[in-house]
């Protein structure tokens, strides 16, 4: 099927993912490290307070209760209550000030007291704390515990970016046949999932399970039979007959064909890009019936952007409504996409083939694939 290899070739996107991947694993391990040496100043100071300090009583100007907005795990907004004492006190005639956040519970014992003690530099007394506090950090705040903590964000905000950066970078661009990734007859889809072979009698369109697509690639790319590639696969196959084709669109920009065969039945095939598709529609019309008529349509400029332009108006009015921060940042990846998408058709307006049976009347493909 493919030539034997000693190797696992990679596509540009594979490669261009794989850097990203490292990049978005520096930049965790460097925010965590960055995060930790910040809190470890934090640390330091509360160290040097229990250790060398001047002790005196502050007055407690202040015992209040906040509510606190916060966004949950499912992107709603949710709200909880905040503990707060303000205090100050007075080092030489001079008056310094100071707020601790408390717990419920401390919100509780503090209430009714006017007094508390206060640990303070005596080279600066405005670089103070109270004592129960200084004692929370030195006990609570080992330096794995906190790198934990700071991981629990700082990972699935990385993995977030790094999704949206495989979505702006990643994907295969148009214009090259990637070596070990086609045939003759046959071409595999590593980014979507795909493997299509021309049979002598049907089009097999094989969907590779996710977690199985390292292992497919390599049998393909190894010679492996196509009884080894279909066990190693884990996922679905469709196989389509010639003589079932009534139908065939293919847009030139887009690397997905859409088949209609049979009793009104459809499918997708999708390819690693459009050069490759374009390289399988030319093999493939060898095995087309007589019957199915190319027709060639040339899209104007305004018709090869009217959805896009309509996404934009709506993905734009959401991005206008939306409050919260990192639905906001996907909204306005998927519009740069989008926008990026509109301003090429607009140069290169669409070109769409059809291979139609005209006996058959009509074009019965979904409105989404027409």
């Known amino acids: 099927m493919a030539k034997a290899m000693a190797k696992k070739l990679l596509t540009q996107g594979q490669k261009r993912k794989r850097i990203i991947q490292m990049c978005c694993i520096l930049i965790s391990v460097l925010a965590i490290v960055v995060g930790v040496s910040m809190q470890d100043s934090q640390l330091k100071q509360a160290q040097s307070l229990y250790l060398y300090h001047q002790a005196t009583q502050g007055s407690i100007t202040d ?19 905040v503990y707060y004492l303000r205090y100050d006190f007075s080092v030489a005639n001079q008056v310094y000030f100071g707020e601790i956040a408390l717990t419920a519970e401390q919100y509780t ?19 103070n704390m109270a004592p129960f506090k200084i004692n929370e950090q030195l006990t609570s705040q080992s330096t794995v515990r906190r790198a934990l903590r700071l991981a629990m964000f700082i990972i699935p905000a990385t993995v977030m970016l790094y999704y949206l ?15 070990g990734f086609y045939s003759e007859n046959s071409w595999l889809d590593v980014e979507d999932g795909y493997l299509v072979v021309l049979n002598e009698q049907c089009l097999s369109a094989l969907s590779i399970h996710k977690k199985h697509l390292d292992e497919v690639q390599h049998l393909y790319q190894n010679q492996g039979s196509w009884e080894q590639i279909l066990a190693a696969s884990h996922g679905k196959l469709k196989e389509i007959p010639y003589s079932d084709i009534t139908c065939i669109k293919s847009d030139h920009s887009s690397d997905v064909i859409a088949i209609e065969y049979g009793v009104e039945q459809v499918a997708r095939i999708e390819f690693l890009n459009p050069t490759v598709k374009a390289h399988a529609l030319v093999r493939l019309q060898r095995y087309l019936p ?23 108006v709506v993905l734009s009015l959401l991005l206008a409504w939306v409050s919260e921060l990192w639905l906001s940042v ?11 998408h509109t301003i090429s058709r607009w140069f290169d307006p669409t070109v769409r083939s059809l291979w139609v049976d005209l006996k058959c009347g009509s074009l019965k493909l979904p409105p989404s694939m027409r």
Do not use: C, M
Not at 63 to 81: A, F, I, M, P, S
Not at 171 to 179: D, I, S, T, V
């Open 63 to 81: 015992l209040y209760q906040d509510v606190e907005q916060y966004q949950g795990r499912n992107g709603k907004t949710k709200t909880r209550d």
């Open 109 to 127: 014992e503090f209430a009714g007291q006017q007094q508390l003690e206060i640990w303070y530099q005596a080279t600066d007394p405005s670089i």
């Open 165 to 179: 950066l495989t979505l702006l970078f990643a994907r295969e661009p148009k214009g090259y046949l990637p070596e």
């Open 290 to 312: 007589q019957r199915l008529i190319l027709n060639t349509h040339h899209f104007s400029r305004l018709r090869s952007i009217r959805n896009s332009l309509i996404a934009i």
């Open 330 to 340: 996907i909204i306005a990846t998927i519009l740069l996409v989008i926008i990026r």
